[in-house]
């Protein structure tokens, strides 16, 4: 008897401290859900949003119920439809994005942003559990309003799949809209700055809802099947999921970077998330040149769209602050790219760039030749050195004086889109006045727009190219020489930063 009871009071303990699943499933919850959610549900916006969003359902299925009842067969359930997914699109499209932005920004302002520091949870999980709150809170404005988008099926004039298609897509379109205004919080520390990043984010999202309900609208009357049927349609959402997926997984990590300690590896996220854009990218663009030989234009598309983003997302890259912590600088190797510092972020936007040009050259060894090839040819090699040469100018102008101020970050983004306005406009200019045309090739050889459509220009009638490979080296020496001496000009930065 004893023994039982021995072993019965041994054995209590071991069941009171065993979790359940609930329990196992709260603790790996992020705790900042929790608390972001009954925040919300209590707030008076979301009570307000839920309570419009639900009257504004019940006075069109209203109207829909009469207007069936008067026909006696309804073909309007693609307009019913519509009409509910725009009460729900004002919520999932301007009001949870908004709120989302507000309510890290209020952290920020209100300096409670080093309480949830101090909690250990770290910038990643912190924005992590602030996006997955308020996706929570929109799957309930989307479990309310969901009755009615079913009801509209039954109303005849849109099928099942057309409904789910656009419900996913809006989702989508959702979740990159709440990374963006979470990152956007993260932008600017003084009041001015906020204010005016506030300003950009309700006139964007003002812009995302309208977009958001047109592709809505077409896509519902389209009907799915029609949909199908069309290859390019499944090419052009593919690409479009794969930008949002692509440029959220980038914000998201810069945001957390901006977020760390200068002590951190901070740009480690950043910069692998962009490497692995690129590399992604090119892979799918190889599997589809695969699958269907494309032109030589297309491939020139691809080499001038890619050069693009390398040359406006390096800029930000490559403008990082001179030098790194102490901490990091032992583990840090001459093809350390990942790791802080302007020098090494500079030299990663050279690599990949040099890399999608590789790539888009197999793109055009692969493609169907035609009697424009060569000039195709001409500008899938000129595109990355102009971008090359736009990128290097910004932070050679910035870095070579010894003032800090003209070498700060904003500043040298700043004049990077200065340059190439500047090249743009007054090249055109300055062949006028030397009574020349205004897209002389050598007066704008160095202008980035009119410079690369003179490249792409075939005359048909003389069966030749307007630019010839001796332009095209010309502006390769330029780029090179720039590159290098911005090169040089942040590695003197960063040795003048570690001795300080």
């Given amino acids: 008897m004893s023994a039982l009871a021995t072993d019965t009071a041994g054995s209590a303990p071991r069941e009171e401290t065993r979790p359940n699943l609930l329990e196992r499933l709260g603790d790996r919850l992020n705790p900042l859900v929790v608390k972001e959610v009954r925040q919300g549900v209590r707030s008076r916006i979301f009570w307000v949003s839920f309570g419009l969003m639900l009257l504004a359902c019940f006075i069109i299925s209203m109207v829909a119920y009469v207007s069936t009842r008067d026909d006696g067969f309804s073909t309007q359930g693609q307009a019913f439809f519509f009409a509910f997914y725009v009460c729900l699109g004002m919520v999932h499209f301007f009001i949870i994005p908004y709120s989302a932005y507000r309510s890290l920004a209020r952290e920020r302002e209100d300096e409670t942003w080093v309480l949830l520091i101090l909690t250990g949870l770290g910038p990643r999980r912190i924005l992590r559990g602030k996006v997955a709150s308020f996706m929570v809170q929109a799957g309930l404005y989307a479990s309310a309003v969901g009755p009615f988008l079913l009801f509209s099926y039954y109303l005849n004039g849109i099928d099942l799949p057309s409904i789910l298609l656009v419900l996913g897509l809006g989702a989508s379109w959702l979740f990159f809209l709440t990374v963006v205004a979470v990152c956007a919080a993260t932008l600017a520390d003084g009041r001015i700055g906020r204010a005016m990043v506030n300003l950009v984010l309700l006139g964007t999202l003002g812009l995302a809802l309208l977009y958001g309900l047109i592709a809505a609208f077409a896509l519902s009357e389209q009907g799915f099947r029609s949909i199908v049927r069309d290859d390019d349609f499944a090419i052009a959402t593919s690409a479009f999921l794969w930008a949002m997926l692509s440029y959220g997984w980038l914000l998201?990590?810069?945001?957390?970077?901006?977020?760390?300690?200068?002590?951190?590896?901070?740009?480690?996220?950043?910069?692998?998330?962009?490497?692995?854009?690129?590399?992604?990218?090119?892979?799918?663009?190889?599997?589809?040149?695969?699958?269907?030989?494309?032109?030589?234009?297309?491939?020139?598309?691809?080499?001038?769209?890619?050069?693009?983003?390398?040359a406006v997302i390096g800029i930000f890259v490559a403008t990082d602050v001179d030098g790194q912590a102490r901490a990091l600088r032992a583990a840090t190797r001459p093809w350390s790219l990942f790791r802080p510092g302007a020098v090494r972020g500079f030299r990663l936007v050279l690599l990949l760039l040099l890399g999608w040009t590789a790539l888009c050259l197999v793109f055009f060894s692969m493609s169907t030749k035609s009697d424009a090839s060569e000039a195709h040819l001409l500008t899938v090699l000129a595109a990355p050195a102009y971008a090359i040469f736009f990128l290097s100018l910004p932070l050679l102008v910035g870095r070579l004086p010894r003032s800090d101020r003209l070498a700060a970050p904003a500043v040298v983004r700043v004049l990077f889109f200065a340059l190439v306005g500047l090249a743009g406009a007054l090249l055109p200019l300055l062949a006028l006045l030397f009574d020349q045309r205004a897209d002389d090739p050598l007066v704008n050889l160095l202008n980035p727009f009119i410079g690369l459509d003179n490249f792409s220009d075939y005359d048909y009638s003389l069966n030749e190219s307007k630019m010839n490979l001796g332009l095209l080296a010309c502006v390769w020496v330029v780029a090179t020489l720039a590159a290098f001496s911005a090169d040089r000009a942040l590695v003197e930065r960063e040795h003048r930063a570690h001795a300080s």
């Fill in 252 to 310: 998201f990590e810069t945001a957390a970077a901006r977020l760390s300690l200068a002590t951190e590896n901070y740009t480690h996220g950043p910069r692998l998330a962009f490497t692995l854009q690129m590399l992604i990218s090119g892979l799918l663009l190889l599997g589809l040149w695969l699958t269907d030989v494309r032109s030589t234009g297309n491939a020139t598309g691809a080499s001038m769209l890619g050069c693009l983003h390398l």
